[in-house]
């Protein structure tokens, strides 16, 4: 039984992770877009 909380509590840390590195990504896009745009100033 322990190791059944333990695989669905890795899957969620996993799920978390993979979250954040989607955000991370996002924020790495906006932040070009935001280069770019100083760059036509």
Same mark, same amino acid.
């Given at each position: 039984?322990?190791? @059944? $909380?333990?695989?669905?509590? &890795? =899957? $969620?840390? +996993?799920? =978390? /992770?993979?979250? $954040?590195?989607? +955000? &991370? =990504?996002? /924020?790495? @896009? +906006? #932040? #070009?877009? &935001? &280069? #770019? +745009?100083?760059?036509?100033?």
């Amino acid at each position: 039984m322990e190791k @059944s $909380i333990e695989f669905r509590e &890795l =899957g $969620i840390n +996993l799920a =978390g /992770i993979d979250t $954040i590195f989607h +955000l &991370l =990504g996002k /924020i790495e @896009s +906006l #932040q #070009q877009e &935001l &280069l #770019q +745009l100083k760059r036509f100033r």
